[in-house]
């Protein structure tokens, strides 16, 4: 039986840190993306200041917009299509920041090292009064931290018996998504993360500003599993290889019948030109990470 | 009727009380439905006829199949008494089947067993499974409401409500006007229960019986109209339920929803000015909305009709009529809608039940919650610096 998936409560760190995707299979196949703490998310609903839209690709006829939605934990990238003319159109209509409430699918996509990128793909965008807001950070702060109670209790007794959790009214989704972060997260800083979740309660208590839109939505977030220490930037000699990188890129694109340019044949002709393997990886992994680049298929890349 | 030259002297049988080791059997029973069939014989092409159907005594209802039945046919409701008739198994239920060895003969009504309330086994509420007969149980009208129905060419009232004990709740439908009023407790014995929308509902006609009674174990009936909201993961585990309160957000509408066309005879929504039954009519505008409600364990249906949706939306039936005839764009106006509710928190009140796509409620209240941010916030953070 194909029930609807439910929408999980969760802040913009949360999903950041979501790395273990579970694909199913089959016939209209659901996947979920598992987070460090407890969600096994194919819908999500999040709330916080989404910025302005902008087209994804070259040109706005591309048909494919990303905003930015911020929280006090982080920020995450809000796309949407045109198979959702409705999200698309409520994106797209804002021109300034403003706080906006999304329900969507998580989309995760993965670069090498494990670098994820984690996005949603707006089913449904509402502006709202800070109000409300607030009241959806409320859910996503209560819902956070009954998951990782959950997450305590299971870790201290993992034997605890499921019909005692679902007499407290646990849901049977929540102990099988908190069993599978136990097993699939086993490093992960939990204190660190309840931490984050107190400058959103300062902001339902109306502390605190909303949080500033962030930097412009053509960056694609990055994360991989907190906490993380920030990348030094890049040096001179690594922009070089960029460009040259680039350069590869578009000149094969250019060629290509797909329009694509192919990752062996990148490679094997940076080789040539004295950018070992492991270099070209490094530069393709930051490249990507900075949203320049994607690839959209294995073995596949294109200017993002 | 087929009568026997050699009758066998046998007691009379409770249907409760069948068995394949104890056929055959000697039973005096109703007949509550029966159709009449006819079979082709494969050796030579004859046809036999033979009448089927149901029968009950008040302790079971079984079905039985009559061959080479009377021609003038049997009328629901006739007592039969049946000797020699033997008793099969279908699908682990007794079944009974009257052959040429079986004499049949019409029986009047007070043959019948007569049974002592206290006979029958006294069940809880919760106990109680689709197709039960022959129990009794205690419980407290939660509430009722007469509703006229036609039934065929006949025009009926039936009474419709809501039954409790401690254990749980459970719908139900009388054929007969017992008298019955909110808050009455009762011990009802000779109803039986059948399914409706996948959900078990007692059903009690004029061979039922009930009966006031003193009882203060007795959930009373605003407490559980007052119940708290509980969570749509387990209003889908428990497959729905009879008076559910959930609380969520709106995070979607299904089709239709908005501006809608029904047809004027059934109320079933119209497509194309052609219903699903009554064809080519004239379909007479309506509002509702087809909201999904999530609360981050699951997701359900509530479908809110006309005042429900006018109350949330801000907009009348007539208004969205005007906006249609501005703009003949019905997801439009849909995409107005959802505009308006998407994110609204609500709780929601009413029977819901279960099928492929989840639960749907019909509600009996939709309220808009505020939530108070202030309180929120300090429960909050009380339980953050609680944690490590």
Known sequence: ?304 | MTVSDTPEPLAETRLRALSVAKSPVEIIARVVQSERREVTRRSDGGRRPLLSGLLTDGTATVRFTWWDPPREGIERGTVLRAVGAEVREFRGRPELTFTWKTRVEPASPVELPRIAPEEFPLKSVRALAARDEGFRVRVRIVRVQAKPVTVGAERRVVHEGLIADATGTLPFSSWSDFQLSGGDAVQIVGGYLREFRGRPQLVLDDRATVTRIDADDLPEPAALLRALPRSIARAEDEGGGDALAIEGVVVGLLPPSGLVYRCPTCRRSVKSGICRVHGQVEGQPDLRARIVLDDGTGALTVNAGRADTERLWGVTLAEARARMRDEPDPSLLEEQLLEVLLGRRLRVRGPGSKDDFGVTITPESIEVVEIDLDAAASELSARLEGGR
Do not use: C
């Open chain 1, 1 to 304: 039986m194909a029930l609807r998936e439910p929408a999980w409560r969760v802040t913009a760190r949360e999903l950041e840190s979501a790395l273990e995707e579970e694909r199913g299979a089959g016939e209209r196949a659901v996947s979920y993306l598992l987070s460090p703490f407890g969600a096994r998310m194919n819908r999500v609903l999040v709330a916080g200041t989404l910025s302005p839209a902008e087209p994804i690709g070259r040109d706005e006829s591309s048909g494919f917009w990303r905003a930015r939605l911020s929280d006090p934990t982080g920020a995450i990238a809000v796309t949407a299509g045109s198979f959702q003319p409705r999200a698309m159109a409520q994106l797209r209509s804002a021109r300034e920041p403003r706080p906006a409430i999304v329900v969507g699918k998580v989309h995760l996509y993965r670069g090498r090292d494990g670098v994820g990128y984690v996005s949603v793909r707006a089913e449904a965008v509402r502006s709202t009064s800070e109000n409300e807001e607030r009241a959806m950070l409320v859910d996503a702060v209560r819902q956070t931290l009954d998951r990782l109670d959950l997450l305590e209790r299971l870790e201290k007794s993992p034997t605890t018996d499921e019909t005692a959790l679902r007499a407290d009214g646990t849901p049977a989704t929540w102990i099988r998504a908190a069993r599978d972060a136990l097993q699939r997260y086993p490093q992960v800083d939990r204190a660190a993360f309840r931490r984050e979740l107190l400058p959103v309660v300062r902001r339902i208590a109306g502390e605190s500003a909303p949080p500033p839109a962030g930097t412009p939505p053509t960056v694609t977030v990055t994360r991989a599993p907190p906490p993380r220490a920030a990348a030094p930037p890049p040096t001179a000699a690594e922009r070089a290889e960029e460009s040259v990188f680039l350069d590869l890129l578009d000149e094969i694109a250019e060629v290509s019948v797909d329009g694509y340019a192919d990752l062996k044949e990148v490679l094997s002709r940076l080789e040539t030109q004295g950018v070992v393997a492991d270099r070209a990886e490094s530069v393709l992994n930051r490249l990507e990470e900075e949203g320049v680049v994607e690839e959209p298929i294995v073995g596949k890349l294109r200017r993002a």
